[in-house]
């Protein structure tokens, strides 16, 4: 007695990915939503999906990355999605971690008057164009890069900042959610030049101690303006 004997292969396809995240600030490492390759690594909804550090432990079932899988922190790198279908095969994936090019923001010097010699005076952060490709972007302002990175001590009314010559920083935040920072140069307009000024003119006819005179018409400085 004898029948004929058919195989099914149960090789499965599985595609590798790219899952992209933000180099926010230029610290080099990225926020990745990993989830976001699941339904493209193999078409198949019934399928289970499960990422491990290196191929070892993928093949092994070792250390496998089950928190943060949409808030996963790393440097760029490749990381390996196993898939096992409902029949119980298996493969590999590879998916390559990568960061989105950086928000190309400018360093930007605004001016203020230092009147009187004041030494400080109010500046309108929100006038600087950071940003030109979206000049409407959110912002925050800081008062020193090590505020913007942790987030503290934000400048909260920045359109009236009052502060000497100096550095500010500008956090931005993209479209697609992603973040960088530029440096805001405070600098003051020249200040006007002045000077002590006399003018004359006779007293009033029968009151000697008194007399009439033009103040407009004396030169306190050489520059024009009122």
Known sequence: EYGEITFQSRAIVVND??????????TGI??????TATPNVYNDPTAVVQYYPTVADANAGTNEITTNLTNYVTTPKQ???????????TNIATITLSLLPLLPVNDVTINACNN???????????????YPTDPAAPKKYFPTVNDLLNNTNEITNPTIYS???GQVYVEVTGAQGCKNYAAINLAFYPVVVTQNATISSCFIEGNPN???????????STQFGT
Do not use: H, P, R, W
């Open 163 to 165: 502060s000497a010559e």
């Open 79 to 89: 990381i390996f999605a196993k898939v096992t279908t409902t029949q119980g095969c």
């Open 210 to 220: 008194t007399a009439e005179f033009d103040l407009g018409s004396a030169v306190v």
């Open 30 to 35: 990225g926020v990745f939503d990993i989830t």
């Open 17 to 26: 990915q790219t899952v992209m995240g933000c180099n926010n600030n230029n």
């Open 116 to 130: 009187n010699n004041f030494g400080i005076c109010s500046f309108n952060l929100t006038l600087a164009n950071v």
